[in-house]
């Protein structure tokens, strides 16, 4: 069973940083196509903001701008996020959703807010 567990989340004052990690347990890396962060503001819809492909492939969403990085180590045992220059907007609790041959998975998120 994939077993998903973010951390990292903390209140932050605008323009600071927050690194997000998710560890990743249950399966092989060979098994996973890619993972992805996602979040979900306070009454808003969760909304997809960066993955990362087994090839390598990093891709963002618009919102991101050039201040988020998300990275993983080589036996995709942890998923990471760095975030820079966090605006009060970045306020959401933060997803890791990983994929696999068969199936995907989530975590149960981490808060991040941004004081203004």
């Known amino acids: 069973q994939v077993q998903l567990v973010e951390s990292g989340g903390d209140l932050v004052q605008a323009g600071g940083s927050l690194r997000l990690s998710c560890a990743v347990s249950?399966?092989?890396?060979?098994?996973?196509?890619?993972a992805s962060w996602y979040r979900q503001a306070p009454g808003k819809q969760r909304e997809w903001v960066a993955t990362?492909?087994?090839?390598?492939?990093?891709e963002y969403a618009d919102f991101v701008e050039g201040r988020f990085t998300i990275s993983r180590d080589i036996a995709w045992k942890t998923v990471s996020l760095k975030m820079d220059r966090l605006k009060p907007e970045d306020t959401a609790v933060y997803y890791c959703?990983?994929?696999?041959?068969?199936?995907?998975?989530w975590g149960r998120g981490t808060q991040v807010t941004v004081s203004s």
């Open positions: 959703k990983v994929t696999t041959r068969s199936s995907e998975y």
């Open positions: 249950g399966t092989t890396f060979s098994a996973i196509y890619g």
């Open positions: 990362i492909r087994v090839n390598g492939l990093t």
